[in-house]
């Protein structure tokens, strides 16, 4: 089999990014979404989204290469190769972008592709991709309602309640108005408790950006960072997230060292390389890489062996459309413990029909995990076409 395109779709949506003041739904940033298709001489294609800057992304795929390598596009080193070869491709789109890359937007744009290739395998194989990674170890996996703070403790208790009827038992607020006034943040996390009772997992993300992102201040202190950590201790928060700066791997080995809460951490990394420093560092509890930015599924197996050597939880992070959701099933699948799948409740219209899918929320708040070469997700197809804009990157640029 070989590949003839690998193509960035990118679509426009109206969408905004934030939350009100009451309980209702958050929305996500459904203003463009990129997908990105890779096809072959068999019609065996696959599909994946990604979070990234969508127009220099656009280049870093199709755009103009250069010779040299270092500088090519990750179109040009793919086209005419096997694409049952995954691990020889990301190498190779690793060194081919190198001096640009390893990182950043194409590490991005690397970590889709290589979802569509296990996507490819999976489907020329007739296996499910957790068959592929190694077997499935889980039948289900119980989902947390990941969504944006509300911004008073009465919006709190409703979300609350609204995800619990849902069928939730898992709900993990984050960002928005936390952090920018302490006593305000002790109410909202006492409101979710009280509402959602002992039993029900609650998690907190009180975002790295220095206090509320759109004004300038500092960022925490390490005694500030260890005070956040006891108080929430206080109300038995299952982990709190990504609230340190996300280079300073000695910072989080510190705090975790004094936390009587666990730490998750990890969505703004990439690469095994990276991981394998954060983990063997100490710095966290719970490893969240995102299988649209880490560099792909092909990493994140990596990361799993580094994790359960060091006897670490991996949940990763997960917040798209329905094909990162089922390319984390996937992998959450094959882990040893497998806690929780990260479900985006915040979906605008755009991130939502990109893809229709099998699975949902079950009455005990847990998900089938697919077992189907699809992984129980597909592209709507109608949809993608209504949305795309500039389909020729050439016409893009
Ligand atoms: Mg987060």
Redesign the pocket.
């Known amino acids: 089999m070989k590949i003839t395109d690998v193509e960035a779709i990118l679509l426009r949506g109206e969408g905004g990014y934030g939350v009100g003041s009451g309980g209702h739904e958050a929305t996500d940033n459904g203003d463009w979404q990129l997908l990105v298709r890779v096809g072959t001489d068999e019609g065996i294609e696959g599909w994946s989204d990604v979070e990234t800057l969508a127009s220099a992304a656009l280049a870093v795929i199709a755009g103009e290469g250069m010779g040299l390598l270092g500088f090519r596009t990750l179109r040009q080193i793919l086209i005419g190769q096997d694409p049952l070869d995954v691990d020889r491709l990301w190498d190779e789109m690793y060194v081919g972008s190198a001096y640009y890359g390893r990182r950043g937007i194409a590490m991005h744009c690397i970590s889709a592709i290589d979802n569509c290739l296990w996507s490819i395998r999976a489907q020329a194989t007739g296996l499910s991709i957790a068959q592929l990674l190694g077997g499935q170890r889980h039948e289900r996996v119980m989902a947390y309602a990941s969504t944006l703070f509300r911004s008073t403790p009465q919006g709190m208790a409703d979300a609350a309640r609204m995800y619990m009827e849902m069928g939730f038992r898992a709900v993990?607020f984050?960002?928005g108005v936390f952090g920018q006034d302490p006593g305000l943040d002790r109410e909202l996390v006492a409101a979710a408790r009280e509402t959602l009772g002992p039993d029900r997992h609650l998690m907190v993300?009180p975002?790295w950006y220095p206090a509320g992102w759109s004004r300038p201040g500092p960022m925490r202190s390490r005694r500030d960072a260890v005070r956040l950590c006891q108080w929430l201790g206080d109300y038995d928060v299952t982990w709190i997230?990504?609230f340190i700066h996300p280079e300073s791997f000695g910072e989080y080995a510190a705090i975790r060292a004094e936390s009587p809460v666990p730490i998750a951490a990890g969505?703004q990394l990439a690469t095994h390389w990276e991981f394998e420093r954060f983990i063997t560092m100490g710095c966290a509890d719970v490893i969240?890489p995102d299988l649209s930015r880490c560099g792909g599924l092909t990493v994140a197996r990596r990361v799993a062996d580094i994790a359960s050597r060091h006897n670490v939880d991996i949940v990763p992070?997960s917040?798209l459309t329905h094909l990162l959701t089922t390319f984390s099933l996937q992998f959450i699948a094959t882990l040893p413990r497998a806690p929780f799948v990260e479900f985006n409740v915040s979906q605008s219209d755009l991130t939502r029909g990109v893809a229709k899918a099998d699975f949902k929320l079950e009455e005990d708040g847990t998900i089938l995990i697919p077992k189907t070469t699809s992984g129980g997700v597909e592209v709507d197809l109608d949809f993608v076409r209504a949305r795309r804009v500039a389909p020729d990157v050439r016409t893009a640029l």
């Open positions: 993990k984050g960002w993300d975002g997230e990504d969505e969240q992070h917040w």
